[in-house]
């Protein structure tokens, strides 16, 4: 188009995602999509509510996302999935320095127009023991884990490990 903008029947170069979302995706993902000033009053519960419509959401949709390395996005290029495993040098290192040594990590975004690069929901398997993190606005909010859950205000050690390992996702999307 002359104005520069992207329209549903224009495509990219093979491997770039598109910057337009289709009316139909963005009117879904709006409907779920919480602006930020609104989550501040938003009880813990909801929030995590929220994430898991996300979470059920990509899950139910993975099979029409399109596969870029380690990253799922939609046919329109909106981020939504990235997953990384041993081999990651930053995270190996981390995992190392926390005692771990086999790890596998699925990191969910809040696909919606305006979202961020941080994920809103973090899967992990780390020594066969599962693991759920849960963010909203980039703060930790909860964890569950095989001893239970609810938790956020762990030891300064396990908070700076989820830390690393929501921040190294939106460092590194491209696994």
Known sequence: MADGSVTDKESQP???PKSQ???????????????AA??????????????????????????????FG???YTAEGVLTKAVASNGNIALDETMHKNGYTTYSLEYYYE????????????????DKKEYRYYFCEGEFIRRIGP???GNRNDTPQLNS?????HDECARNCYF
């Open 38 to 67: 609104a989550m501040a009053s938003v009880s813990q519960d909801e929030k995590i509510q929220h994430i898991r419509n996300i979470y059920n959401r990509t899950v139910g949709n993975q099979g029409s996302y399109y596969q």
């Open 161 to 165: 490990f989820i830390q690393t390992l």
């Open 21 to 35: 979302i289709a009316a139909a995706d963005f009117e879904v993902m709006a409907q779920e999509a919480v602006p």
């Open 111 to 126: 696909d919606w127009a305006d979202g961020d690069r941080y994920p809103v929901f973090i899967y992990a398997v780390i």
């Open 147 to 149: 001893e239970g859950g």
């Open 70 to 72: 380690g990253c799922y």
């Open 14 to 16: 093979a491997g770039q």
